[in-house]
């Protein structure tokens, strides 16, 4: 059984930072492409980054580069996502995912998500 478990979301402040973790089970976590997406009520559910298999080739969304950063650890089977410098158009609830190929941008690519945590930046 495919388990993908987010954890690291909270309140904070804008301009604070918080690092995502997204641990996976049940799949060979180091041939999948793993993304983070956001959503918000009402909205559809929005790329932020991805990270191809090996953690060479990542990709963002414009409005995050150079404030989110992607990574992945392959020997634990996790994948985290590094936000500093928030914002309050950054409060959603972030899902992780896990693709089947390439570095997919979009929510059609991905075969596996998790639940998702809640991230709130008050300005």
């Known amino acids: 059984q495919v388990q993908l478990v987010e954890s690291g979301g909270g309140l904070v402040q804008a301009g604070d930072s918080l690092r995502l973790s997204c641990a996976a089970s049940?799949?060979?976590?180091?041939?999948?492409?793993m993304g983070w997406f956001r959503q918000v009520p009402g909205d559809d559910r929005e790329f932020v980054a991805a990270i191809d298999p090996s953690g060479d080739i990542t990709f963002y969304l414009h409005s995050v580069e150079g404030r989110f950063t992607i990574s992945r650890d392959n020997a634990k089977n996790t994948v985290y996502l590094q936000m500093n410098s928030l914002k309050p158009a950054d409060t959603a609830v972030y899902y992780c995912a896990a693709g089947h190929a390439g570095v997919p941008t979009t929510q059609y690519e991905y075969d596996y998500w998790g639940q998702g945590t809640q991230v709130t930046v008050s300005s």
């Open positions: 049940g799949i060979t976590f180091s041939s999948y492409p």
